[in-house]
């Protein structure tokens, strides 16, 4: 069943849509998009499921055949992304509907929430860059009314500089994709990689790899590109930049991550040791942000790029492992070139268990600084204190998060971080490992800011020495309890995620592994030009590659180099 | 040995639910936990004794390395013991100490969860599962001293605690995930286990004179001496005396500080003889032994005298370690001997806290009468530490000079035990004796005995180390000998009569004379600390006051960078997204040889270049003119213009669209520049000159990347498909059309989409607004960058 590839960004448009058929009834809008979100949810399991068993699914849009129509792909990065979309989705609405204001809600939250998910989806999915690009708008434009959505001024002043900067991020793209057709007259990922992986000028090739390292740097916030999201995620409601977080700058990671493995592995060298290094930088710089920062959900917002900064550092040691191993293998270094190449694997697995655990655990953090403000009417740290004696449960759940952020064992963010150190040492980048654990030590900082100021310290004007008010003595606001709920779901995600991470690291380099196996193929099919039985027998593998492309449009670009060969 | 820790960490969970079920019954009941363990070790002790090991393994995350393997040895068996049964102690002490206390539950789940965490890490055969219990007993020691959250001076020193031991934990960390890659690189059978590391270490399977194993010791030995508190890093320890005083007898002293010395004894069969390692040790450990008990001699608070004789100690230890297979046994009976008559002491400075409302024990005397049984506990115990006979603590005396015999540093170091012995025996006349002796003094007239739970615990430390010294065969003897020849190797274990050493003879001259020292030192106090009050100056220069300089550089450097980069303004952020972008993809450009890019002026069309023109004057223009009007106008040249270029090229379709486009753009600009402000400038000269630098330069890299497009071609572009397959199989003759709705309708969906959503924003920010009354919002946003 290959629409099920389609679902996940059909289902979230179809609500959208039929939000708006009834404008003028939140409580219907409420229901349609429950039921939507845990229709996307359902959707990315059932793909999740069919990834796991077929390895890659694809779907040709509108019935024309790669690379001349669009594809969506979905491999196992895609799935598990398009299923963390789902998780997102669904804890967000549960949580906007215990947070989120009439205002709001009669003027098109839901349907833009709802229209947001599908572009994200779309971006996971698609298998054309310019069609990720159309994507990308959905999502940017939807983001952006979700972002300046009740008019608040600063909300006003977050989100125009949101859209200015995230504009120029498209341009960009567009530039990119405009070069890339220009040289390669092509628009699918699959065939570009094939293409491009027999070029004799890849440094024209990188040069619009940086074109769409500067345009996805922008969308991930990483350094130097990442002033839009300090300055917008403290503003709007809590649950919007709790989604944000959840999937917002995961899209720009994301599309790093496809583009990177798959069309730009020509310089790894040069490529990915940019990304390994703006991966660094930006981890040090966005945790030295949260550093001085006093607001909550200001500290959270600094700290999304700190730990973007580790998803794309995890990746570059990736690339660069990888290039050090095709030197080694070069060399007829066949053991030091494996070594390199499962540290490699153990790099980008762990970039992508980052990805993962950075959404949950993130979203939650900012749920909880929803639920503090709730109670509290403040973000301010020296206007909130008093929560560990007054609300304990809040308080685990605060602090539970905060660790697994902050990397401590045996949750989540340790176990991203030990893949990440080990991949690093592995691999032989031991700056950018010595950084991480700078950076780790400083997360520990402010995430114990929040808790100390936030949760330990007694409430504003009350005496050093005393506790505040008392369990049971504050009433629950309205709705205070319904955010509960996303809230608990997501910490007994992240704790399972933490105490199995047998199991969940294996999903995670599974998918690792298909991808670096992409590349290798490709080079492969380029090695057996000629031989026709050797290319019968590639063909048969079920991969990206074989299953955008088809096997008869692969056998017709290998064609031309097989009558050349003697 | 996974069970034990389960069931201390599972305790831990339902800590709270059982203190509200049982009430005061919870202590015991949940002491059950770590009583279990003890007794499981025990029955294992028999088997350690006679040189075997148990080992057991589970399977966690094999992926990342990460087993639950366990491995009981000598050195493992001491440490599991003590963790539980002072543990168990320590429970029922903590449950009549903070009886009442509206946390207490919360206090359960945290100190088990700190043994828990330490139990583990003691008994743990692999690298990563060792790091991961380390890092717990941070952060439950975290939790631990801040318990007494609403005091400032508690949450700081908890942080301090945290941050100190956690950079130490991740330099840790670093540290044996190197090891382990280590190991993997010398295809060791399992590169993640401690004692396959050790012994690839030690039998060579791992070149120990590399550079990577240095880099491994540093990282290791930063972690483990953080931990124990030793000089640079011994500073938090006296802080961490905000915590409740069941948390100092137990973490810091009997356990958690331990676990550096651990750790360094763990690897001591690995690394020993190496010179980094060795030097490190005894130098910083020395330092240590000396320095911090001086520290404590000038003292008077009951804790912090405590606190720094613990630091004291604990370098002690590991300048022992450092002094390689024949101190082992000193290293480990002193160890021993210290959680004994330490953690009673901690124990009894709370029962004086608690009887006696003091903490300070200048302000204090005469409280033998009135609490004679804390202070027959607190005798006994402080005789030990002073290392007066027949107690453990002379053995462990002996032992440890023993321990320095055939050494190259020999002499100096015996005058540092002895200087260390001098003032050790003051520091525990003044924690023994001081308080108890005298006229009453201070609030001593209405002080009392405590309660039989907070007796429980010290009594049974303190008798337990008169019954090691007067029959250490018993026990104290083979543990310490199972640990002493685990730490070095049991081929070189001490094969002397460890018992008959460790009886009481009154040969050593020495000893004797150090506590009749040490007690005239005490007599002589106040002299004393007047004598050294020079060293005051010390603070200025400590590490004390270098973390307190680290941290505040470390938050200005924050904040600087932050003030750069994220200072609020557009433009700014803009510039050097732009700026980034140029210089990349320039530099990208310069290293692609673009003086190979043939220049298209070959055959110019002259209408092409008044084109041009048009557009550069439009431009130059709209950058130029100093009227909204006018600028719109300008712009639309422009925009007619570039649609004019498209018809030359033959796209019509294309151009009428930007002529529609064009115009109602005009259009509406001028419509809405009637509502606008008055146009104002507020940009500076040289910011604008960065303006123009930066659009010349980014004109300059889309003309570039312009020529190399249309330039190179790698492979034949795809429309060709779409020209052949338009009319015939999709119907449609407008190949631009076709395109859009059926080729590609996926992207015209999503551009629709789009288009609804920003029609949808248009209304919604038209008629929502905050100061709106119908649709106001409740003002739930967040303040804005506030630049």
Redesign the interface.
Known sequence: MNSSVALPVLIPFATAIACLFVWNSTRLQRGITLLGTVGLLLSGLVLFQEVETYGVVSIQMSGWSAPYGITLVADRLGAIMVLLNGVVALTGVLYAFGSIDKGREKFGFYPLLSAMFGGVSGAFLTGDVFNLYVWFEVVLMSSFVLLALGGERPQLEGAIKYVTLNLLSSTLFLVGIGVLYGFAGTLNFADLAVKLAQTDRPELITVTAFIFLCAFGIKAAAFPFFFWLPASYHTPPPVVSGVFAGVLTKVGVYAIFRMFSLVYTQEMWLTHFIILWMGAITMLTGVLGAAVQTDIRRILAFHSISQIGYMLSGFGIAGVGISAAMAAGVEGQAERAAMLTAGAGMALAGAIFFVLHHSLVKMNLFFVAGAVKKLRNAEELEQVGGLYHARPFLGAMFLIPALSLAGIPILSGFWAKLALVRAGLEVGTYAVVAISLVVSILTLFSMTKIWANGFWAPPPDTPDGERGSDPGDEEDPPGYRLMLVPIVTLVVLMVAMSVLVGPAFRVVQKAADQLLADRVYIQQLWESSGKIERIDALLEERNYVTTVLGEEYLRALLMPIEEEAP | MLIATLLIFGAALVGPVVHRLLGRFAAPVLALAPLAGFIYFLREAKRIFEGGSVFENW????????MLGFRLDGLALLFALLVTGVGVLVVVYAGAYLKGH??LG?FYSYLLGFMGSMLGLVLTDNV?AL??FW??TS?TS?LLI?FD????AA?DS??QA??VT??GG??L??GL??L??LG??ASLDDPWSVSGLIEGLAGGAIDRDSGLVHGAVVLILLGALTKSAIFPFHFWLPGAMEAPTPVSAYLHSSTMVKAGIFLIARFQQGFSGMALWDTTLVVLGGITMVGTVFLASRQTYYKKLLAYSTTSSLGAMAMLLGLGANAAVGAMGYLFAHAMFKGALFLVAGNVDHGAHEKDTEKVGGLAGKMPLTFAAALLAAASMAGVAPMLGFAAKKLMKYGLHGSEWETILVVGVTAFSVMTAMVACMVGVLPFIGKLKGSAGEAHEVSPGLLFGPLVLAVLGVVAGVMPGWFAAPLIASAASSVAGAEKSVSIGLGSLMKADLSMALTVGAIVAGVVLFVVRALWRRATSPVEWLDVVGPARMYTRSVSG??W???W??RI??N?Y?RH??W???G??IA??G???Y???IERIPLPIDQPFYFEIALVMFIMAGAIGASTIRTRLAVVSVLGIVGFAIAAVYVIFGAFDVAMTQFAIETLIVIILVLVVYHLPRFRSFSTPISRWMDVLLALGFGAM?TV??L???D????????D??AE?AAPVAYGRNVVNVILV??????TF??I??LA??A??V???L??????PN???????????GA
């Open positions: 399977n966690w995350a094999p992926e990342l390395g990460v509206v946390h919360r990563i790091f991961v890092e717990l952060i975290y801040g959250h609403q005091r400032k949450r908890a942080l945290l941050l956690g950079i991740l330099a960390l670093a995930v190197l382990g890659v993997m690189q470390t938050l450097l924050a904040w960078q932050t980069l994220q609020g557009l952020y803009v050097t997204i732009l980034t972008t990349l993809v530099y990208g450009l290293r692609s040889g889309m990347l312009a190399l497009a249309a190179v071609t790698l492979s034949g572009p795809i429309s498909y779409f397959n059926d080729f590609r309708a996926t992207d999503g551009e989409v789009v959503l920003a949808l924003g209304m919604t920010l008629r929502l607004r905050a100061s709106n649709g106001g919002t409740e003002g739930d946003g967040g303040k804005g960058e």
